[in-house]
């Protein structure tokens, strides 16, 4: 399956230099966030940024600093796991404040991964132009200066992450079809883990993962080699659970955009939580297959005054958003349903590679617009004229070519891919649908960039 992995940028630093300023000031818009946590600045968040057609995720790691940690224990934790998930990293420090030990330690860290690092001067109005030369002591060559309230830097900053993702080693794809499990911590992914693996009897490897906490094992089914990575270790030893502690979002987001189909761990005594409805938006907006595997089933059907239908209709609600993931109960304890996850593999497999002749594709668009046409504003009535799908992309991506498509509405889009979804399926997977204004683009193999282009959320 063919699989293309996004760039991930970290932002890593003490706390109070500006990293969750310089997040947004990237982005340009705060809706772009995908997954954030409720409570202070010091939780992780990302997102997806795109800069000259390039795109990549951007994680603000936050303050590095703890009140109640060890600065040098939160320090290391911190860029440790930028060191191990992310593809380039950012180093941010204040330009009016002189180097401090927590700055040096950082840089060093940094250094020391081997990755691109990026040293930010944030905050050079505040100071100066010969004061940032102090900060070249910290042994990075590659440096910018940026004021996010001057809106100094930030275009350059973007056009040196972007150098930096062409540096950034080219990794051939595997034939494998890369399974990871995600949840919270205590869910059952490591339970699962062993389970998928001792269904197999056909069991070719197992093997620590070269991401720390990541544990790998290699089945066959129905002669085709699956890889599955159990993302064990998500929360930090001997500390109390805090959605996901500070700097698990990079792990997390690593082995999403390593998978080709994640499986979203939901505890049956716990299937209403914010944090694993995160996860599940992170997967979507990544592109990737997913299912709902509901755990510890068997728990939950000690309950005597448990309701099957009731259970369902409440997580349905709670992941309208996802509705294409299909959703099964599990027992690791028991073997419930874990064979089945298999054969769902590869139907979401088999629907990912669906390719539709683009004469039937246009004869669907022209039944979904006459039985419902798209609505505008006034004088501006959209009007879809044909599609095509993306032979190149790894997700089910179509483009609608049209005239006045800005005017198309939100919801109308949710009706194209209703119908999509009647027509074709495309079984527990996303689809990208992009709305392009058929006077700017006229060349179909030209990838729709945010100017021209619309995608379905």
């Known amino acids: ?194 389970s998928l693996l001792n269904k197999q009897q056909a069991l070719v490897a197992t093997r620590a993962g070269t991401t720390r906490d990541v544990n790998r094992g290699i089945v066959r089914y129905k002669n085709r080699e699956l890889e599955i990575m159990d993302t064990a270790g998500i929360r930090r030893p001997g500390r109390i659970e805090r959605g996901v502690e500070h700097f698990s979002v990079l792990r997390t987001l690593a082995a999403i955009e390593e998978s080709d189909i994640c499986f979203l761990l939901i505890d049956s005594q716990e299937p209403n939580v914010g944090l694993d409805q995160k996860i599940a938006g992170m997967v979507k907006n990544s592109g990737k297959g997913l299912v709902l595997v509901i755990t510890k089933w068997d728990a939950y059907t000690a309950n005597e005054n448990f309701d099957f239908n009731s259970f369902l209709k409440d997580l349905s609600r709670d992941y309208e958003f996802v509705s294409w993931a299909p959703t099964i109960v599990t027992s690791a304890i028991s073997g419930q349903n874990v064979s089945k996850l298999f054969e769902i593999s590869q139907q979401i497999k088999q629907a990912r590679e669906l390719k539709i002749p683009t004469s039937k594709l246009n004869d669907w668009l022209n039944r979904a617009v006459r039985d419902h046409p798209p609505a505008g504003l006034k004088n501006r009535m959209p009007k879809l004229n044909y599609i095509i799908q993306e032979n190149d992309n790894s997700i089910p991506s179509f483009k609608i070519f049209g005239s006045q498509t800005s005017y198309v509405h939100w919801s109308y889009r949710r009706y194209l891919e209703r119908k999509m979804r009647e027509e074709y399926g495309f079984f527990g997977n996303p689809i990208q649908l992009w709305l392009i204004e058929k006077h700017i683009a006229h060349k179909h193999g030209k990838k729709p960039n945010n100017l021209i282009a619309q995608k379905d959320s």
């Open 1 to 194: 399956m063919a699989n293309k992995k996004l760039p991930i940028v970290a932002l890593v630093g003490r706390a109070n230099v500006g990293k969750s300023s310089l997040f947004n000031a990237i982005l340009e818009r705060r809706e772009s966030i995908v997954a954030r946590e409720a409570g202070t600045t010091r939780d992780s968040i990302s997102a997806k940024a795109s800069f000259l057609g390039q795109q990549f995720w951007i994680v603000d790691t936050a303050g590095v600093k703890d009140p109640e940690d060890d600065f040098e224990e939160s320090i290391q934790a911190q860029v440790i796991q930028a060191s191990e998930s992310a593809d380039i990293i950012m180093v941010v420090v204040e330009a009016h404040i002189p180097i401090t030990t927590e700055d040096r330690l950082v840089a060093r860290l940094a250094l020391k991964s081997k990755k691109p690092v990026i040293l930010v001067i944030n905050k050079v109005d505040k100071t100066n132009p010969n004061q940032v030369y102090e900060f070249l002591k910290l042994g990075i060559k590659q440096t910018i200066n940026t004021s996010v309230t001057q809106s100094q830097g930030i275009h350059e900053l973007l056009d040196l992450i972007s150098k930096n993702i062409e540096k950034v080693p080219f990794k051939k794809e595997s034939e494998r079809l890369k399974i990871a499990l995600l949840g919270r911590p205590n869910v059952g992914k490591s339970s699962l883990f062993n």
